[in-house]
């Protein structure tokens, strides 16, 4: 057999990954394996505009002709059983195999599940997947209660989703605020208001303590605090877990999700992890992060590529990722994980603000409330190196953009 490279999993990370194989001139075969039976499509809709308005026409990631014109073997519907190391096969879940040169791991993440009475009822949904959305849009109709249990991004947006088609929506968060594990405490308060303004009902620091059933369906949701909420529909969006099992089972190294190095290798030689299933040492954040985002799955994608055809470089890209909520486009550069101090451009009253967070004089990350060119202009000073001073801040975003051009220009 001459080079192969299988890449398990065909969301965002895997899909670019085999685009990428190519464009980088790798010559042999590329085969993308997927469990799903849905061509790759973006996700980040899903939560959003897909429940308003179903068209799934405009979701595929690329037209099935780029799979072909590239000699790209598509799998849709085939689950990978197990990696076998040591003659370098996968088996496959309709009995299989598959020799491998090189084997890239996109296996994504799933929806966390609580362990919660009456969690397995009728209409405890979660939303990872085109399928799940299917469901959830096929359920939409006979719904007038929706009861989100998590206030992440997934959760939000979904909250604003379904108050947007009219359903009564309550939101139940046990940390102390929304978005959390995401923004700045700032963006968190915001966040709050404004969809409370929206007609949307949030109750944060209140644990969720079994789903109720009536006619074979939830009907309820019980709180900690002895709250009762009606709900013909609940969305659990608590978070994410790795899908490390494959790995595992191999024997690769695992630290909330597959250990990699900055060129997207794992433990074992010419196995590689990308996505959301990766963790890698993140330069900028200096600590080992798992990202759950499409720059992250996309980017990764693109440098394993290059890894794979024998390209050096470290992997350095800018961390960044965006939520819409109602009439708030969030969006962060960087990874705020150790800052000590803020710095707010704008006025929440208006809608428009970011928080430039800080350790000392560090800029760690941005936090952007529709300022979409304060974001923009993040991700260059990033790029470029630069923290800005407070007095760079104050002075406006034509001055931050500048400060970036003039690095960028300035010799190595
Ligand atoms: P995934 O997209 O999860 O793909 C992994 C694929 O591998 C899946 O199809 C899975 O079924 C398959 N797979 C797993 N195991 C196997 C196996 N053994 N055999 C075969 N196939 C397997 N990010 C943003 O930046 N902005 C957003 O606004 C945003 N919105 C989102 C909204 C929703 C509803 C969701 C679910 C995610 C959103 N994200 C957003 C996150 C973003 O979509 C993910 O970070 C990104 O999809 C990760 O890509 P991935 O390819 O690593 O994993």
Redesign the pocket.
């Known amino acids: 057999m001459g080079e192969r490279c299988i890449i398990?999993?065909?969301?965002?990370?895997?899909?670019?990954a085999a685009v990428s194989l190519r464009q980088e001139g790798y010559a042999g075969e590329i085969v993308l394996?997927?469990?799903?039976t849905d061509i790759?499509y973006?996700?980040?809709?899903?939560?959003?505009a897909y429940l308003k308005s179903p068209d799934a026409g405009g979701l595929v990631l690329r037209p099935e002709a780029v799979y072909r014109d590239n000699s790209i073997q598509l799998l849709l519907g085939?689950?990978?059983?197990a990696i076998r190391i040591d003659d370098r096969k996968l088996a496959l879940?309709d009995g299989r195999e598959i020799e491998w040169t090189d084997l890239v791991l996109?296996?994504?993440?799933?929806?966390r599940i609580p362990y919660l009475p009456g969690v397995a009822l009728e209409h405890v949904v979660t939303?990872?997947?085109m399928a799940?959305?299917r469901r959830i849009r096929d359920m939409m109709p006979g719904v007038q209660n929706v009861v989100i249990v998590g206030g992440g991004?997934?959760g939000m947006?979904?909250a604003h989703s379904c108050s947007m088609l009219g359903k009564k929506v309550t939101l139940i968060e046990a940390a102390p605020r929304v978005l959390g594990r995401s923004v700045s405490e700032v963006v968190s308060t915001h966040a709050k208001a404004r969809s409370r303004a929206a007609g949307i009902d949030i109750f944060t620091g209140v644990q969720v303590a079994a789903f109720e059933e009536e006619g074979g369906r939830v009907a309820a949701v019980r709180t900690a605090d002895g709250r009762r909420f009606e709900a013909d529909m609940v969305v659990l969006g608590i978070g994410?877990v790795p899908?490390v099992?494959?790995a595992t089972e191999a024997g690769l190294a695992v630290d909330n999700g597959i250990v990699v190095d900055s060129h997207m290798r794992s433990s074992v030689p010419h196995i590689y992890a990308?996505?959301?299933?990766?963790s890698y040492d993140h330069h900028h954040a200096e600590r080992r992060v798992r990202?759950?985002?499409?720059?992250?799955?996309t980017d990764?994608?693109r440098h394993v590529a290059r890894s794979i055809v024998g390209c050096a470089d470290a992997y350095r890209e800018v961390a960044?990722?965006?939520?819409?909520q109602g009439d708030m486009k969030l969006q962060t550069a960087g990874l705020s994980f150790d800052a000590d101090r803020h710095v707010i451009s704008g006025n929440s009253e208006d809608n428009a603000f970011s928080v430039y967070h800080f350790q000392g004089s560090r800029l760690l990350a941005v936090d952007s409330v529709n300022r979409p060119a304060d974001h923009m202009i993040a991700r260059r000073l990033f790029a470029a190196g630069i923290s800005p001073t407070d007095a760079d801040i104050a002075a406006g975003p034509q001055h931050l953009k500048q400060l970036a051009a003039e690095k960028s220009l300035a010799p190595a």
């Open positions: 398990v999993g065909a969301g965002h990370a895997g899909s670019q394996v997927s469990d799903e790759p973006h996700k980040p809709p899903l939560s959003k085939v689950r990978v059983s879940g996109a296996t994504g993440a799933r929806a939303l990872r997947s799940d959305a991004f997934i947006e979904m994410a899908n099992e494959l990308i996505g959301d299933c990766a990202l759950e985002s499409v720059q992250n799955a990764q994608a960044w990722f965006w939520s819409d």
